[in-house]
């Protein structure tokens, strides 16, 4: 008897929890009713750091002001996490980054907005970008902007060592020779990411990457990839090489910044991060030294998604082509050290910051991240062998690489 | 007349209670049971149809398929053995030890002493987390106390040589006998399994046991304080040195707590969450990642709830085992 | 009398012992002290010394005026202030019920409370994200607060503690014609004072350090509690910068109010550990 009032109490909890659920419930196949008049306009950032999410914020004042919409910029702390739990709870915000190598994931289970035919004249950006956000024959989301990797040099710590600006390595071996002089002279020679994201540079230098072009087929486990990692991994190895942490920093442009480090590859955004917490180094950026098969660099990119469950999706469309004209984004050029996604912009850009050569000519011959969905976990696991890469055996690294890229490929 | 209004009343009393705990513990779990039976990708609700419904795929693929998920799982469990291996022996003699001293009789200002020690237990772990980030740290204190004794300190969060790998290493086996290396057991070679701890996984040990120690003392406290003063006297009659007391006498005197600690640390060891989402994340090379921090991972990094749920309930099952276990292992030999 | 040197020699081990791990346990709140009020160079030069080289507190300035810290403890203050008032009042309504009333189903009811127990929490994460999600309530304050505003062992304990006290004041309550809830009120609950004190700061501190629920109730930063600001802070987003003198000054500014529960209410915290210890 007492069990079964036990049970019904359950069962009526239950029941009153199913009965709340409303929304939840439905289905969701429909297209999503949507607002008419001023709306509210959520945008969901990851933010470089401070500068990046003024500049938006202020970006977004005006087009709210001017548009008479509202429009709230949150900074994320790790925007995959809050994306992914948004879109779950059928709530997403209406504007948010995506990056290159998510677009993939949420294109494929339908959480995007395919706008790229509303946005005006998507030719103008980049054809790697469009590629870069292209699923099934579809541009997605406009390119907010892009970056490239860089070999950045603190020249007071050069000098240090006796070098001068005819030593700064355009080869693999140049870069060894003078890590070998830095290191001598009491530094670390290089600063350098412990992930894909910095170490891939080197693969691209040998003439290898994780996935063949079109990004069909896995190409991980390669002489090419091989060579590149050996040659890092000696790196580590004589400690010319180090990574942020062990260098007490989270990342490899704050060792660079705090004098730790003679070099380092970074990105462009390393520009506004030591113009605000570094304010005193000295540096100047140069192409990444080029490898057996010739110069190679990364390049990234995100692009302002909009949720397909947004409800707003006019003034979201709307709100991204104000925050993609040329001018807009030399302003954000400006304030954070990023560079245009459109074509229209790159001379007004190169002719403003000549510094920045090196970041703007990797364009040139950069590669773009891995575009296809449920490769998130196998980068993630080949960035956690390059982790342990200085006492690992780069050819079994390769070729489990290789094994979950062909998995996840697969399907 | 009572007994119907008590019955009411005691129902009104409790109701609360068993409404939320129902509302959000049953019922979620329920939920969860489902989701693990699915291929739900983390859009809309989970309970609409068109949800693939995947059978036991999520339970297999950590077992059975050879791949990324299986490797992973069987990573964490192979870190959180290791970790259990060492916190759950480590704070269970470090609480002990403490009370033992503090119960010295003739000791006094024993209330200052036993405050220090539980102090750890009852501040926030992530406020200590970052405390131990700090005292870690490559410049930090734990490597500028090394250093004054001419010991160069590891950098503790980025190194994930395991500690049996190290020491194996000293005495000049640095690369892996093929036998090890070429032979794997569910996904991992034989090599990786006996890789020990992590240096990283270390520092998380030595917090952990540093912030629990003192809870665990505080429980042998209380039943040393138990024990009747007679006993104590009868054995130093008897000419017992302190070790045989201590093994003949307090011991089994106090075996219901220590059963009670090595529950306790068994359960919370296999729980470990929130030093592992503070301090490391699972990184560097996955030596610190657990179940709970993978499951956790699974579901909101990438999308894969029916996993993350399957592999909640599998940490679930390892944890309910592991009490009964212990549970028939005290029976055993008190009989 | 015999025994009078080796007592000596006795008493000093021990007290070496105690000293000794005294400073283990209380020398890290020592360092994060003085490093909080240390420069950064200051602090990655000296992590060990206890004296700040210059003192600076330029880390609180910035943990005030920078970061969100002020927004997380407000957070933190009200759904702190809720969860232990509704803790202390439905655990020790429902300990009362189990331990004196007659219904049926009570048996039940406190088996299944000493099985919620033994649920580990972080196994929890999942499905509790679920079930807040489905009732439309994911990231609201409603989220942070009604999944954990009662407590199972709160429950336990409080029917430990009636059951240990007599009955008698309440049936001459009760014969003097009062209701139950009026006999629990006015007769019952002033009688159990010592308990609802430990249930009080044991709520106070278990909602205070709460971390794991904020990470799948809420994701909007307006909501973050101190422990989760704080995971944050720490775990922080690219250019930030290591800055251990404000993360330290940040998390000893969490630690601040349970530290000063624990020195003023000790006895309670111990009973609670002790009492804790009785459930398995």
Not at chain 1, 190 to 204: H, K, N, S
Not at chain 2, 156 to 170: A, C, E, K
Request: some cysteine; glycine content about 8%; hydrophobic content about 45%.
């Amino acid at each position: 008897m007492p069990h079964r009032t036990v049970l019904a109490a359950f069962a009526a909890g239950a029941l009153l929890a199913s009965a709340a659920c409303g929304s939840g419930f439905d289905d969701d196949s429909a297209d999503t009713p949507q607002r008419s008049g001023p709306v509210s306009l959520q945008i969901l950032i990851g933010s470089s750091g401070q500068a990046e999410t003024t500049a938006v914020q202020e970006a977004a004042a005006k087009w709210a002001s001017s548009s008479g919409n509202t429009a709230t910029v949150t900074p994320a702390q790790d925007l995959t996490q809050q994306l992914g739990q948004a879109f779950a709870g059928d709530s997403p915000p209406d504007v948010f980054y995506v990056d290159a190598v998510r677009l993939a994931d949420y294109a494929s289970v339908g959480a995007l907005e395919p706008y790229g035919d509303k946005i005006s004249n998507p030719d103008d950006f980049y054809e790697s970008l469009r590629t870069a956000f292209t699923y099934d024959g579809k541009l997605y989301c406009a390119p907010k902007d892009f970056s490239t990797l860089a070999l950045v040099v603190n020249t007071d710590l050069w000098s240090k060592a006796g070098l001068t600006e005819a030593d700064v390595p355009t080869t693999w071996d140049q870069l060894t020779s003078v890590s070998q002089k830095i290191k001598s002279s009491g530094t670390v020679p290089l600063a350098l990411g412990d992930t894909r994201d910095r170490i891939g540079a080197f693969m691209v230098q040998a003439g290898g990457w994780i996935t063949s072009a079109d990004g069909k087929t896995a190409t991980a486990d390669s002489p090419e990839n091989l060579q590149a990692l050996q040659y890092v991994q000696g790196l580590l190895k004589n400690k010319y090489a180090q990574y942020p942490k062990a260098l007490d920093a989270g990342w490899a442009g704050e060792a660079f910044g705090k004098g730790k480090a003679a070099m380092t590859i970074e990105g462009n955004w390393i520009k506004g991060a030591l113009r605000a917490d570094f304010p005193n180094v000295k540096y100047t950026v140069h192409p990444l030294p080029a490898g057996p098969k010739g110069q190679g660099t990364l390049s990234f990119t995100t692009c302002w998604g909009v949720a397909a469950k947004s409800k707003n999706k006019d003034a979201a469309v709307n709100f991204v082509e104000a925050m993609t004209t040329a001018e807009q984004q030399m302003t954000f050029a400006k304030a954070f050290g990023v560079m245009p996604s459109r074509q229209s912009a790159g001379a007004q850009f190169t002719q403003q910051y000549p510094d920045d050569k090196a970041f703007i000519d990797g364009a040139g011959y950069a590669q773009g991240p891995v575009n296809a969905p449920k490769m998130d976990s196998v980068l993630a696991d080949f960035d956690t062998g390059l982790q342990g890469l200085a006492n690992g055996d780069p050819k079994a690294l390769l070729g489990r690489v290789q094994k979950n890229t062909e998995s996840a490929l697969g399907r | 007349m009572r007994t119907r209004s008590e019955s009411l009343a005691g129902w009104l009393f409790v109701a609360p209670v068993v409404l939320i705990l129902g509302v959000f513990l049953l019922l979620p779990i329920l939920m969860a049971l489902w989701v693990s039976l699915t291929g739900w990708n983390g859009q809309g609700s989970p309970f609409r149809s068109g949800v693939p419904f995947v059978g036991a795929d999520n339970y297999t693929s950590l077992f059975t398929e050879d791949g990324l998920p299986r490797q992973d799982f069987m990573t964490s469990i192979r870190n959180n053995v290791y970790y259990v291996l060492l916190v759950v022996p480590a704070q269970t003699a470090l609480a002990l030890g403490l009370a033992l001293v503090v119960n010295q009789r003739m000791l006094k200002r024993k209330g200052f002493f036993r405050t220090a020690f539980y102090f750890p237990s009852v501040t926030s772990s992530v406020a200590i987390s970052v405390v131990f980030l700090f005292v870690f740290a490559n410049s930090g204190a734990v490597n500028a106390l090394l250093g004054a004794v001419g010991i160069d300190g590891p950098v503790w969060f980025d190194d994930s040589r395991g500690l049996i790998h190290v020491l194996l290493g000293t005495v000049g086996v640095d690369n892996p006998p093929g036998a090890l290396a070429n032979h794997s057991v569910l996904g991992l070679t034989w090599w990786d399994w006996v890789s020990g701890p992590s240096v990283a996984m270390c520092a998380i040990i030595v917090l952990v046991v540093w912030t629990t120690s003192g809870t665990f003392m505080l429980m042998f406290l209380a039943a040393l304080q138990a024990i009747p003063q007679q006993v104590e006297e009868a054995s130093l009659i008897d000419g017992a040195n302190r070790w045989q007391r201590l093994r003949f006498v307090t011991i089994p005197m106090i075996r219901p707590t220590m059963f009670l600690v090595l529950t306790l640390g068994l359960i919370s060891t296999w729980q470990v969450f929130d030093q592992i989402y503070v301090m490391s994340q699972g990184n560097p090379a996955k030596t610190t990642l657990t179940p709970a921090f993978l499951s956790y991972r699974t579901a909101f990094k990438d999308f894969e709830y029916g996993r993350g749920a399957a592999i909640s309930f599998v940490l679930f099952l390892i944890i309910v085992v592991m009490t009964l276990v212990q549970r028939w292992m005290l029976r055993e030999r008190r009989s | 009398m015999r025994r009078q040197p080796r007592g000596l020699v006795n008493t000093f081990v021990g007290y070496s012992i105690l000293i000794f791990f005294a400073l283990v346990f209380l020398y890290p709140f020592v360092i994060q002290l003085a490093n909080s009020l240390k420069t950064e160079p200051d602090a990655a030069a000296n992590p060990l010394s206890p004296v700040p080289g210059p003192v600076s507190f330029a880390s609180f300035e910035r943990i005030f005026e920078g970061t969100d810290f002020p927004l997380w403890l407000g957070n933190s203050l009200l759904v702190t202030l809720v969860l232990t008032a509704g803790r202390v009042f439905f655990d020790s309504l429902a300990g009362y019920a189990l331990a004196r009333l007659r219904f049926a189903g009570r048996r039940a009811i406190f088996a299944g409370v000493v099985a919620v127990i033994a649920v580990p929490g972080v196994v929890l994460l999942i499905p509790k994200f679920l079930v807040l999600n489905q009732l439309g309530i994911y990231d609201s304050y409603t989220a942070l607060i009604l999944p954990i505003i009662v407590d199972a062992a709160g429950v336990f304990i409080m029917k430990q503690f009636f059951e240990s006290v007599p009955a008698s004041m309440e049936e001459a309550a009760r014969i003097d014609g009062a209701g139950v809830f009026r006999t629990y009120w006015s007769v019952v609950l002033p009688m159990a004072r010592p308990a609802l004190i430990t249930l009080t700061i044991l709520s106070f501190q278990g909602s205070w350090n709460e971390f794991p629920h904020t990470l799948v109730a809420v994701q909007n930063p307006d909501l973050f509690t101190l422990p989760r600001g704080l995971a944050d802070l720490v775990s922080g987003s690219l250019g930030t910068g290591t800055q251990y003198p404000l993360k330290l000054g940040a998390a000893l500014l969490a630690t601040i109010p349970v530290a000063v529960i624990f020195v003023i209410f000790q006895r309670y915290f111990v009973r609670g550990a002790t009492e804790g210890a009785e459930k398995g």
